[in-house]
RNA sequence: GGCCCGUUGGUCAAGCGGUUAAGACACCGCCCUUUCACGGCGGAGUCAUGGGUUCGAUUCCCGUACGGGUCACCA
């Protein structure tokens, strides 16, 4: 028997190699165009990391006038959950990274290079994995988990280099005719690679983002077809990413030690390698160390935290292009409109070594988009986010629109334009004391400088009755502030105070503080007078007679 | 442990043979301001370590320490 007949033997009714590479031409695309894939598992909530990488998958093919694709890598069952699709989906949705090509539903793909579900490729591994066989390039492995294990324990021991490999590759040098025998005997195999690489000799790599690396050859025989009859990771990637015409294949660095199996795999099978461009991993602080962010210990790494916290995608994404490139800030200090589709992402300039994540840096950058958005669009996206998350915050919105519009548009749309705001959930916070509900409901009135109930009553008192006038445009409001400061015996502006402290009770911002306080319960408030005006005469005249006659 | 990679202020980082070692966040101070915020100005704070190479090393080489990744029929 050959290897020919041993081939046939194990996969009977898969077709010949030719068949696909016909199936998948080349791509008529452009000079230069990069074409990139995110290719994660459907195994739980997306992961922050694979987030800044298939952004940084997005921006390469679309600068490039290429093409961004996404396989779903579903090989692994064990591991599967329910909805691990959708949520991917969800996530490449929120953050506008729509692909180009691949699954874009959980029923859907689209695309001539498919089918883009790996679970569904079986027959195309297959194919592949049987000419391998037929060439002796690849055999059938009978060895047993336990087997297995127990090499690895004597190697251990041994303190020699664990793996399936050379002298301990046991199956590699069985003879056709015994593997025939105990296929026909019934015995469990799998589909091993029969490395031809070398660990004494090198390989050189040149990798997009971390340069020139050298490793030694692989030499183990690694697994390319499960028991299950599904491909490995690494069978899988050459395979696909070649039929599926991918130039540039971008991931976590945690994949950089299998780069010299890959580029032997793409060599065995006879493809030309991507291009490779390994990121670092995003980390976290913790007890004064880095570690990488962790599916389970941190709330952080999924991309729906930042959903329900309320922080915009469009500031994540700032974030992130920001650890990516560092030269993002000066662009965009440079270009404050622009959208971050024209920043022109350059791999060479990303860190080799992982970047904290630092939240307060994202609150920041967050503070600054959400300044830049108009009071309609801060209103519907702070509704979308109430929707979800905070039922209450949905009723006071809902109730009066116009109201909370222009609530939300105070110092807002203006050259300098307020910046407390740094996160959805901050909204309920930052307007509901313009409700009398829950105004009322609120503790007492915390006053600064000037605390004394009958000077604060004093104020108030001669306010309404020389000053408040609710038509008064704003210098006018001003002015008379001043006039009041002044005739109680306050100064009107605070350099005079200053220059002669001893000559007044206090300045013209002591008395502004007590009206605030009063009409607000806060000390910290955006603008007073826009706050009146929202308020309307009423409200200010009521809130006023409710500390009165307290 | 083997193999890879890395280490510039508290954090993200630019620089890569000669620089007062950029910038951003955070922090502190001052100014502006009716408060807060914004904005403006200023401040403190860094090249892990030991050896080389060199007229000169943050930048190049070697060692050490520390950190990260990886060594599955998981991706």
Redesign the pocket.
């Known amino acids: 028997m050959d290897y020919k007949e041993l081939a046939d033997l194990i996969f009977p009714n898969a077709k010949e190699i030719s068949y696909y590479e016909e199936l998948y031409p080349e791509r008529n695309l452009s000079e230069g165009a990069k074409v990139t894939r995110f290719?994660?598992?459907p195994?739980g909530f997306v992961h922050i990391g694979s987030l800044f990488v298939s952004l940084i998958d997005k921006k390469l093919a679309k600068q490039s006038n290429g093409t961004f694709l996404l396989r779903v890598?579903d090989?692994?069952q064990?591991?599967e959950v329910e909805g691990g699709v959708q949520g991917i989906l969800d996530a490449l949705k929120d953050f506008g990274l729509q692909v180009d090509e691949g699954v874009v539903s959980e029923k859907e793909e689209i695309g001539k290079y498919g089918p883009y579900l790996?679970s569904k490729r079986k027959e195309i591994y297959q194919a592949y994995a049987k000419d391998l066989i037929s060439k002796g390039l690849a055999y059938p492995?009978f060895?047993?988990?336990e087997e297995?294990e127990e090499k690895?324990l004597t190697q251990e021991n041994a303190?020699i280099?664990?793996?399936?490999y050379g002298v301990w590759a046991k199956c590699r040098n069985l003879g056709i005719d015994n593997m025939v025998e105990k296929i026909n005997n019934g015995e469990?195999?799998?589909i091993r690679l029969k490395s031809p690489g070398r660990e004494d000799k090198?390989i050189k790599h040149h990798d997009l983002i971390?340069?020139?690396?050298?490793?030694?050859e692989n030499d183990?025989d690694?697994?390319i077809i499960?028991?299950?009859g599904?491909?490995?990771?690494?069978f899988?990637h050459a395979i696909d990413d070649h039929l599926m015409k991918v130039t540039h294949v971008i991931r976590g660095?945690?994949?950089?030690?299998?780069v010299p199996l890959h580029i032997q795999l793409f060599q065995v099978l006879g493809f030309k390698p991507p291009k490779y461009a390994h990121i670092?991993?995003l980390?976290k602080?913790e007890d004064g160390?880095?570690?990488?962010i962790s599916k389970r210990k941190d709330p952080e790494a999924a991309v729906s935290y930042y959903h329900k916290e309320g922080i915009p995608e469009d500031a994540v994404t700032e974030y992130l292009l920001?650890?990516a490139?560092?030269?993002f800030?000066?662009w965009r200090?440079a270009n404050p409109e622009k959208s971050t589709d024209e920043f022109e992402l350059a791999l060479n300039?990303?860190?080799?070594?992982?970047?904290?994540?630092?939240i307060?840096?994202l609150?920041?950058?967050s503070?600054?988009v959400i300044?830049k958005y108009s009071k309609e669009k801060i209103y519907e996206d702070s509704l979308k986010w109430a929707k979800a998350y905070d039922a209450e915050l949905k009723t006071v919105l809902e109730n009066d629109k116009d109201y909370a519009i222009r609530i939300l548009g105070i110092?807002r749309g203006i050259e300098?334009?307020?910046?407390?705001i740094a996160k959805l959930s901050d909204i309920k916070y930052s307007m509901e004391y313009m409700y009398d509900d829950i105004f009322d409901k609120q503790s007492n009135y915390e006053f600064?400088k000037v605390s004394d109930e009958k000077e604060i009553k004093q104020i108030l008192e001669k306010y309404v009755e020389n000053y408040f006038d609710i038509s008064d445009d704003?210098q006018m409001?001003?002015d008379k502030?001043k006039d009041l400061a002044e005739e109680l015996g306050y100064a009107r502006?605070?350099?005079l105070f200053?220059k002669e402290p001893e000559q007044y009770k206090g300045?013209?911002?002591?008395?502004?503080?007590v009206?605030?306080v009063v009409i607000t319960k806060?000390?910290?408030?955006?603008?007073?007078?826009e706050i009146m005006q929202i308020l309307g005469k009423e409200k200010v005249q009521k809130r006023i007679n409710n500390y009165l006659n307290k």
């Not at 160390?289 to 990488?292: A, E, I, M, S, V």
């Not at 300039?349 to 994540?357: D, I, R, Y």
């Open positions: 290719a994660p598992s195994t890598e090989t692994d064990k591991r790996q492995c060895c047993t988990a297995i690895r303190k280099r664990p793996g399936y469990k195999y799998i090198k971390r340069g020139n690396i050298e490793f030694p183990q690694i697994v499960k028991a299950d599904l491909p490995t990771y690494h899988a660095d945690e994949w950089i030690s299998s670092a991993p980390m602080e160390g880095k570690r990488k920001n650890i490139n560092s030269n800030e000066e200090r300039k990303m860190g080799v070594s992982g970047a904290l994540f630092d307060v840096k609150l920041d950058v503070k600054n300044s110092e300098k334009p307020r910046k407390d600064q704003k409001w001003f502030m502006e605070v350099k200053k300045h013209i911002g002591d008395i502004s503080m009206l605030r806060r000390q910290n408030t955006p603008d007073l007078y």
